[in-house]
């Protein structure tokens, strides 16, 4: 593995465009090379070299480079856009759409992140050391694909809106989470270790949601049906068993009526 | 103004009769002319195909409907967006582009004139403003009548002059070009969530059938002798066995004669035929019924067809046949969007995904090709993808590679992951025929020409028209190895001449020129009762008031090109 | 001696009332009467014949105080700052004409600025809401005709939109509507017991924050599946009740305002009541439609999306057209910093955001372009005064059915006042000099 480390040296006014930050991207680059690449701060388009003190050179292939970020990044947006393989690890916090159409590879960031993280994730892994912003592995707007592989791990608590129309991949919060988790969702996996407010698995077509803590208001479309143990996310548990969402359309599968199922710790 | 010649290329052009003769093509002041001063500037056509520019007689393009496909539809701009560069304004959209991207793809592709296939009356500003926002290409749109209030009324009475009265004043009134269809009453019965699936069905209240609403329109549209015939999209459209309603629907038009000094030899123009030439009776046993439906087309010669050829892309639908849509979404499941409009009509929206590992999207795919392929007289068989319903109008050279190549259809095919399907429930694997360059031009510039009754004007070469050319890096003498190089020949011409000012050199766009937007203007006898009619409508049931109804020139049409009638006796 | 101009429309909300007659004095300089209108529209014309009208740009000065200055002075610092401005936003436009906005769009496009409409703290939830799930709707005329079933939820007509319910939505007698307000039946949702809720034959008084979960109970209703005992401070019985109420109809509507839009949940309520449309549509005929509140952020939806591809919150920054509400929208954008100047127009910002987005309106170089004096144009720069749209000048607007309507011009603008249009014309023009210099 070869390692590129880039070092905030000139923290944008407004705020920086960093899509090229990526392992995909700076694949078979110099060092110099890589501080020739664009990022932009508004509607200026500038050198990763102005901002960053870049030193290393990538590997021939993504999946042989790891870009260590240090520095104040928190007004830095898109770090890992679209990867497909490879590493980043972030020291501090970063801004939004961290991993965002990621398919491959492990995003770690020891800070926080903001809104947008792991956008549409169709593979790979996020890690994230702190707490995450709204719409975590949630779907672009308008588009009922959303995550469909990899893991999302969040140390901290996460925002709202996560997992909107997942379809598949896992996602584990530590913490708490605020409003709306995996609406719409049609597959995948949400643990979440904390407490939840509401909104918990609206429209769920199909998918699994686990809540270690507590709901403070369920969505009268879930059902309970029975309670069960399972191991979960490396915790073996009881679970009130519920199904839903009973408003929203149903799937069959071999003659059988599919629904969500949400699970919450007894 | 300018003078060009354009020398040496290989001429097509059905107008004249011209077969890929070497000819030089001159052009001044607009128009195309017998021959030009040596002052003229040279465009070098050796080796290349020549070509009028391409008429478009059915997208969705421009109006509320398209608008609701782009604001509901992000994800359709999701990195495929083009920035401002040169001449070009950004655009967006893979399969509603935005107005400015619709203006430059069509032009790039050799298309200089367009026709938006429905105009709900009362938005007809807003067709407008997308139209004037469309650079380079002149267009019209198309009102809609067949579920209209006015309509029915009178011709559950037979009164066929009075139906002529209020056509002219719509026309008027919104700056339309022609008579168009859409699911004959069947969406005034969406209006209360029902249908009608076959000719046959009342309409709930009006109780009108579908029948008299299109034989009553055929009749006051040859009244008026309007330059276009009726355009329709029949009732039960995409639906398993679908045929036999469409041929209930062209036999309507059996023994009537046009009545036109356009040129016009239809007196129906049946559209997207590849969604109403369906077999079986569930998508398990779906078929095609090409062959059976060309049949009727290629005897019955006062009709004209366009296909809507499936491209086997993600790509969104809309018509204003409401409860199709409603009935896709619940096939499909995915975002549904609805407008049914006062007294007039209505829109639906719904994604859909034509992927090449479905069968029925193969089978899809096969009969709007065997449509053009059965088809005897090219310029009655027009190529269309109603776009963007059954693929996006930028997938035409796409379309163009697979009808002159059997190969290229042979590789699609083999790519189908039922491919033994497609084979079992079409005939087109057994379709040798490539259509020849000739057709093409017949199919994409002098057919729909000719149907729109706009000969005079464009669809060929013909000294007097205007200078619409376009230059093909295709040359017609040199056996095509890969057909690839057909849609990419197709895809961004060498040149495109609109109205004699040259917009697109090597692909790319030069100038904006000076687009119009054609509409008809129908004169009739003073008729006090369908003006009282109109009156009272507005009075009781509108919710817009009759002076601020009609789509007056300044910001909407400004640059019109009216083609008058006078219909008065 | 007198003129009355008749068909004249209002240009004040969404409901854009188009039967409106105005009397002004013959030479056309002075509007004397407002017929037709509510109390809101009726002011709307009248007001703009206060005789302490500001008729010229003003500079905001160091020591607070305003120095009146020219339209051109006033274009050369629009375009200047537009043209240096990392990245601008040109928010607004809601309160104007699609030609205006059409400009502006060409000014957005050449200094590469984000631009957005009211939608941003309005009806853009709606718009996030309807990219997700579509929206079965239609024109307000067939309220008027067909609708036996009639939803307010979460919207106050009876002062929002004072005729909305006269024109098309309870008491007209239309086509198959003979009976007027008899043949409807009124459903009211709203925590509050306003005067639309007086109206309603049944008023459900939902707990704050849980319209999701009520509209969710209501599609498990429509199923007969199983409820609670009660959902969003509603008993199962009435919500049963309510669910029986709309499927019982032929037709029907939901129209829907802040109280769902701006609440929490805001695009997800939305989300649930298209849904609850969608769903009654298997049982009868139902639709739905936002109670706009500017009377032409209709329109700059439409523009922006034929022209961009988007309806609001779109960043022009990077040359081709991006949009995520909560990063490309303006609320975020100027709590976040991200963005150096700022242009208004047609809308009035500073009363209408969180204090936090309005203080970093005043801390850049700005431009307020509005007839009135405004919190917005207290806090900014440069305020350019211009002609009141579809009063003084006419254009295209979009109603909140998205029916087009020419507004008309009715009387004259004071003397060498500009319209929108034409400042932001020599915007743009002198933008142009000054992007082709570099």
New interface residues.
């Given amino acids: 593995m070869e390692t590129v480390t880039i070092k905030m040296k000139n923290v944008p006014a407004l705020y920086l465009e960093a899509d090229n930050v990526s392992p995909d991207i700076f694949a078979g680059k110099t060092a110099t090379q890589i501080a020739d690449l664009h990022v932009y701060e508004g509607n200026t388009t500038g050198k990763l070299g102005d901002y960053f003190e870049v030193s290393g050179n990538a590997a021939a292939t993504a999946a042989d480079t790891k870009i260590v970020v240090k520095g104040d990044v928190t007004r830095v947006k898109y770090i890992g856009m679209k990867m497909s393989a490879g590493e980043i690890v972030v020291e501090g916090s970063a801004d939004q759409y961290v991993g965002a159409w990621m398919t491959g590879g492990k995003i770690t960031v020891n800070g926080n992140v903001q809104a947008f993280a792991a956008t549409a994730m169709r593979g790979g892994e996020l890690v994230i050391e702190g707490n995450a912003g709204n719409y975590l592995g949630a779907a672009?707007?308008?588009?009922?694909r959303g995550m469909s592989k990899g893991t999302i791990h969040v140390k901290g608590n996460a925002g709202s809106d996560i997992g909107m129309y997942m379809t598949g991949g896992e996602m584990v919060i530590d913490g708490n989470v605020d409003v709306h988790v995996a609406t719409h969702a049609e597959g995948g996996r949400v643990v979440i270790k904390g407490n939840a407010k509401s909104k918990v698995g609206g429209q769920m077509v199909d998918g699994n949601i686990f809540i270690f803590g507590t709901i403070d208001i369920m969505m009268p479309g879930f059902k309970y049906v029975d309670t069960v143990e399972q191991e979960v996310a490396g915790v073996k548990a009881k679970f009130a068993h519920f199904i839903g969402d009973i408003g929203e359309?149903h799937k069959t599968k071999k003659g059988q009526v599919v629904y969500g199922n949400l699970y919450t710790r007894v | 103004m300018s003078e060009y010649i354009i020398k040496n290329g290989h001429v097509f052009d059905p107008v004249q009769g011209i077969k890929g003769d070497k000819k030089d093509i001159s052009i001044k002041d607009g128009k195309i002319v017998d021959k030009v001063s040596s002052s003229a500037k040279v465009i070098d056509a050796r080796d290349k195909t020549v070509m009028a520019g391409a008429v478009e007689i059915h997208a969705h393009i421009?109006g509320?409907k398209?608008?609701?496909g782009?604001?509901?539809?992000?994800?359709?701009?999701?990195f495929s967006?083009?920035?401002?560069?040169g001449m070009e304004?950004?655009g967006?959209?893979a399969s509603i582009p935005?107005?400015?991207k619709t203006g430059y793809e069509y032009a790039k592709m050799g298309y200089t004139t367009a026709m938006e296939a429905a105009m709900p009356p009362?938005?007809s500003?807003?067709v407008h403003?997308?139209i004037r926002?469309t650079p380079i290409i002149d267009e019209g749109a198309f009102p809609v009548f067949g579920n209209n209030w006015f309509v029915m009324e009178y011709l559950k009475n037979g009164e066929v002059e009075n139906t002529a009265a209020y056509i002219a004043w719509l026309l008027r009134a919104t700056k339309g070009y022609a008579v168009k269809v859409v699911n004959p009453g069947g969406t005034e019965a969406w209006?209360?969530?029902l249908n009608c699936l076959s000719v046959n069905d009342p309409v709930p209240?009006f109780d009108i059938t579908p029948a008299e609403i299109i034989k009553g329109l055929i009749e006051a549209n040859e009244y008026l002798g309007l330059p276009h015939s009726m355009h329709i999209h029949p009732n039960n459209l995409g639906n398993p066995g679908n045929y036999t309603t469409t041929l209930d629907t062209l036999k309507i038009a059996q023994g009537m004669q046009p009545k036109n000094k356009f040129g016009r030899e239809q007196v129906m123009h049946l559209t997207h035929t590849q969604f109403h030439s369906y077999g079986g009776d569930s998508w398990g046993n779906f078929e095609s019924k090409a062959k059976e439906v060309m049949d009727y087309i290629n005897k019955n010669k006062n009709i004209t067809v366009d296909t809507g050829n499936v491209t086997l892309d993600e790509t969104t639908t809309m018509t204003a046949d409401g409860p199709f849509e409603?009935h896709l979404?619940g096939l499909n499941?995915?975002?549904?969007?609805?407008?049914?409009?006062?007294?007039e009509t209505?829109a639906g929206?719904?994604p859909y995904i034509y992927s090449p590992n479905i069968s029925v999207c193969a089978i899809q795919w096969a009969i709007g090709l065997e449509l053009a392929l059965y088809a005897k007289d090219p310029m009655r068989c027009f190529i269309t993808t109603d776009h963007p319903n059954a693929g996006p109008f930028t997938r035409y050279p796409r379309v163009i590679k697979w009808l002159m190549s059997k190969k290229a259809r042979e590789t699609q095919i083999n790519a189908f992951k039922h491919k033994d399907k497609v084979l079992s429930q079409t005939g087109i694997g057994a379709m040798d025929r490539e259509i020849s360059l000739y057709e093409i031009a017949a199919m994409t510039r002098a057919g729909p020409a000719r149907s729109l009754g706009l000969t005079a004007i464009c669809g060929g070469l013909k000294p007097g028209m205007d200078a619409d050319v376009v230059v093909y890096n295709l040359n017609p003498e040199k056996p095509v190895g890969n057909p690839d190089q057909i849609e990419t020949a197709f895809s961004r011409a060498a040149h495109v001449f609109k109205s004699g000012v040259e917009v697109v050199k090597d692909g790319e766009i030069v100038s904006s020129g000076n687009k119009r937007t054609l509409w008809v203007n129908a004169k009739v006898n003073d008729n006090p009762q369908v003006m009282r009619d109109i009156t009272e409508k507005f009075l009781?049931?509108?919710?817009?008031?009759q002076?601020?109804y009609e789509a007056?020139g300044h910001?909407?049409v400004p640059n019109p090109y009216a083609l008058d009638v006078d219909a008065t006796t | 001696m007198t003129k009355t101009i008749?068909?004249v429309?209002c240009p004040f909300c969404g409901t854009l009332c188009?039967?409106i007659e105005v009397i002004v004095s013959d030479d056309g300089k002075k509007l004397l009467e407002v017929d037709n209108a509510c109390v809101i529209g009726t002011e709307k014309f009248l007001h703009s014949q206060s005789s302490d009208r500001i008729t010229r740009p003003r500079m905001h000065q160091e020591d607070g105080s305003w120095k009146e200055i020219s339209y051109d002075e006033a274009v050369e610092y629009t375009a200047q700052m537009l043209a240096k401005a990392k990245k601008p936003l040109m928010f607004g436009w809601s309160s104007t004409n699609?030609?205006a906005q059409?400009v502006g769009n060409e000014i957005a496009?050449m200094s590469r600025a984000c631009c957005d409409n009211t939608a941003a703290t309005c009806h853009g939830t709606s718009?996030i809401a309807?990219?997700?799930?579509?929206?079965?709707?239609?024109?307000?005329?067939?309220i008027?005709?067909?609708a036996d079933r009639i939803i307010f939820w979460g919207c106050n007509p009876a002062h929002a939109h004072p005729r909305h319910m006269s024109?098309?939505s309870i008491f007209p007698r239309?086509?198959?509507t003979g009976k007027g307000q008899m043949s409807r039946k009124l459903i009211v949702v709203d925590p509050r017991v306003t005067d639309t809720a007086k109206m309603a034959d049944m008023h459900l008084q939902v707990a704050q924050g849980q319209d999701y979960e009520l509209l969710d109970a209501l599609r498990v209703a429509l199923k007969g599946e199983w409820l609670p005992d009660e959902v969003a401070g509603i008993p199962r019985e009435k919500i049963r009740e309510a669910a029986d109420i709309l499927k019982s109809g032929?037709?029907g509507i939901i129209f829907f305002g802040m109280g769902v839009t701006q609440t929490l949940g805001k695009n997800h309520n939305i989300d649930a009541a298209i849904a609850v449309t969608?769903d009654l549509?298997d049982y009868?005929?139902f639709?739905i439609m936002p109670m706009r509140g500017h009377y032409n952020v209709t329109g700059s939806?439409?523009?922006f999306?034929?022209?961009?591809?988007?309806?609001y919150a779109v960043d022009?920054t990077?040359?081709?057209?991006?949009?995520n509400p909560g990063d490309t929208s303006t609320i975020d954008l100027l709590t976040r910093g991200e963005i150096d100047a700022m242009l208004t127009i047609g809308s009035d910002p500073g009363a209408h955001f969180p204090i936090s987005a309005v203080k970093p309106i005043a801390k850049m170089p700005s431009v307020c372009i509005d007839p009135h004096l405004t919190p917005t144009s207290g806090v900014s720069k440069l305020h350019v005064p211009v002609a009141f749209n579809g009063v003084e000048t006419g254009?295209?607007c979009?109603r909140m059915?998205?029916?087009?309507?020419?507004c008309r011009k009715v009387v004259e603008p004071p003397e060498g006042m500009l319209t929108d249009e034409e400042f932001l014309i020599k915007v743009r023009d002198r933008l142009k000099q000054l992007k082709g210099a570099a």
């Fill in positions: 672009y707007r308008g588009d009922w359309r | 421009a509320p398209v608008n609701l782009r604001i509901y539809r992000p994800e359709d701009k999701l967006c083009t920035p401002t560069h304004r950004m967006g959209g935005t107005t400015f009362l938005f500003r807003h403003e997308e926002d209006h209360w969530g209240y409603h979404t499941h995915l975002k549904w969007a609805n407008v049914d409009v006062e007294l209505a929206v719904v009781k049931y509108y919710s817009v008031t002076n601020n007056l910001t909407f | 008749t068909d429309v188009d039967d699609c030609e059409s496009e718009l309807i990219q997700d799930v579509g929206l079965p709707s239609c024109t307000l005329g067939e008027k005709n067909r024109r098309y239309g086509f198959f032929r037709f969608k549509n009868t005929k639709s939806g439409e523009v999306a034929w022209q961009f591809g988007f309806p022009l990077r040359g081709f057209a991006r949009y254009g295209n979009y059915d998205n029916v087009p309507i020419d």
